[in-house]
């Protein structure tokens, strides 16, 4: 009877003492707010990977850069072919490696530019955010015609409309006029650096 007594006692302790244990890892309030500076980033963990190049890949897909303000078409390998979505994912990625190097920018960087990609009958549909529509920047007709050069450079793709919560977008062309009508590469030919 005195053993059952000494372990329900010692177990009755490690209870009391694991209690006490969490009672004290809280945080005590406090009776105003303060303000909190986050640290400073960039957190490799936390932020974005830089976008892979694969220098060996078998395959070629092409995307739409700039330089000095035009549009410039470049081969990027990859190992496996990519989706229209795919595509201009590696298109907002940015330049990498010998393209920066070559002095190679974008227009289309940050979040919120194209929401959604696809491709029906030869005609890609692309639903742009905010961030891309409306934005009155001078370089908003490069942005488009990044996009166009890119997808039209596939052979499921020959024309691209653009579209914001379901209806059409006017686009800038070229010549500075607006257009809701598909567009193709033809639209920004005077703004591309041949090769």
């Not at 694969?54 to 990027?76: P, S, W």
């Amino acid at each position: 009877m005195a053993g059952g007594r000494a372990v329900g006692t010692a177990a009755g302790l490690l209870v009391l003492v694991g209690l006490l244990a969490l009672a004290g890892c809280g945080v005590t309030g406090e009776r105003e707010p303060r303000t909190v500076t986050p640290p400073q980033g960039p957190f490799p963990a936390l932020s974005s990977p830089a976008p892979a190049v694969t220098e060996t890949g078998a395959l070629v897909e092409q995307l739409c850069y700039v330089r000095d303000d035009r549009l410039v078409l470049v081969d990027r390998r990859v190992r496996i072919p990519q989706t229209p979505r795919e595509q201009i994912r590696l298109l907002l990625d940015g330049p990498v490696g010998a393209e920066r190097g070559a002095g190679l920018t974008s227009t289309l960087t940050g979040v919120n530019v194209v929401t959604g990609v696809r491709v029906a009958g030869g005609e890609a549909t692309v639903e742009v955010g905010e961030r891309l529509a409306g934005t009155g920047r001078n370089d908003e007709v490069l942005a488009f015609g990044q996009i166009v050069c890119t997808l039209t450079s596939r052979p499921d793709v020959d024309r691209v409309i653009f579209v914001q919560a379901g209806e059409r977008l006017g686009v800038p062309r070229a010549d500075g006029s607006l257009s809701t009508g598909p567009l193709t590469v033809a639209d920004y030919s005077a703004m591309i650096t041949p090769r």
